[in-house]
């Protein structure tokens, strides 16, 4: 703490007094007056991070930043079949992976996403995207072989809305649980404000030139099974229970990025064809294996706005 003036002695026989003028508490750069140890730590960061890598680094079992390759960082593991798929500048952070009617797909388990170790678990991309009036999409699927839903799936209802609109996305994630069933969650109209499960009808923005943030959450304990669209919970059903709905990671398992078996050549699981291969951009792919906080969760999301 510095002093605005020298500090100025007044003398009464007997007593001597000092007073001293304090300047104001805020420090130029260092608007939160934090001491001058924990100012330069925090200078420069959003949230307390200086980068979105940082946050929750030691739960991080999988990503794809799509600098260049389609390579998962931490396994090294890379897509055995692809289709309609190119890297672009201008990314979230450096180049992003953009598709034309493209996937990309891995069939190697990854040992990170085994159910010892994935029971929690945090999926969080970037996206640019229009709805198409026809087709689903399908971001990010935990694929079991030979099996049309996987045990995680990451899907847009692109086909609820016209391409003109940018306005709605209806999110519609979908796990299998241990019992064998899907549990789902959906960003979608609930007609009954006085229903005790209502959920007010929240939507992001998008575009083929915004990117959006998508991100979902399961709490293992709990059975809360979260959506978030540009920091802010947009799912209406995010209950799912314990037992026999928890979360299951069947094994084997591989990863497809913006399609289903059903998109892919030769790979057809039956006559579903309800999803196409995606047509947008994606970066920054993450899974934790815990169900991210909300204070980290908008931390990612304004670290991306400012591509840090």
Same mark, same amino acid.
């Given at each position: 703490m510095k002093f605005s003036k020298p500090y100025h002695k007044y003398c009464i026989p007997g007593i001597t007094m000092i007073a001293v003028l304090f300047s104001a508490c805020k420090k130029d750069g260092n608007p939160n007056n934090l001491p001058d140890a924990d100012a330069a730590k925090y200078a420069g960061t959003i949230d307390g991070y200086k980068s979105s890598d940082e946050v929750a680094s030691a739960n991080l079992v999988?990503?794809?930043?799509? +600098?260049? /390759?389609?390579? +998962?960082?931490?396994s090294g593991a890379n897509p055995t079949t692809v289709a309609g798929n190119s890297f672009v500048e201008d990314g979230v952070k450096g180049k992003a992976l953009s598709l034309n009617a493209g996937y990309l797909y891995y069939p190697l388990q990854l040992a990170n996403l085994k159910t010892?170790?994935?029971?929690?678990? /945090?999926?969080?991309?970037?996206?640019?995207?229009?709805n198409n009036g026809s087709k689903r999409t399908m971001l990010f699927q935990l694929a079991r072989p030979g099996v049309f839903n996987g045990s995680l799936n990451f899907i847009l209802n692109t086909q609820s809305f016209p391409a003109t609109n940018t306005d709605e996305l209806k999110i519609n994630p979908t796990f299998t649980a241990i019992s064998g069933g899907m549990q789902d969650n959906v960003n979608t109209k609930r007609d009954n404000p006085g229903d005790?499960?209502?959920?007010?009808?929240? /939507?992001?923005?998008?575009?083929a030139s915004k990117w959006t943030h998508l991100l979902l959450t399961y709490e293992s304990t709990t059975g809360m099974f979260h959506i978030w669209?540009?920091?802010?919970?947009?799912?209406?059903?995010?209950?799912?229970?314990?037992? /026999?709905?928890?979360?299951?990671s069947y094994e084997p398992g591989e990863i497809i990025i913006?399609?289903?078996?059903?998109?892919?050549?030769?790979k057809s699981v039956n006559t579903d064809v309800s999803f196409a291969a995606m047509t947008g951009k994606m970066d920054e792919l993450k899974i934790w294996n815990i169900a991210l906080t909300d204070a980290h969760i908008k931390?990612?999301?304004?670290?991306?706005?400012?591509?840090?």
């Open positions: 999988a990503y794809w930043d799509f +600098e260049g /390759t389609n390579n +998962e960082k931490i010892d170790v994935f029971q929690s678990f /945090t999926v969080s991309t970037w996206v640019q995207i229009l005790p499960n209502y959920f007010p009808y929240l /939507t992001p923005k998008i575009g669209a540009d920091g802010v919970k947009v799912g209406a059903f995010p209950s799912r229970n314990v037992g /026999t709905n928890l979360f299951k913006g399609g289903n078996y059903n998109v892919i050549p030769g931390a990612i999301y304004n670290l991306g706005l400012a591509k840090k």
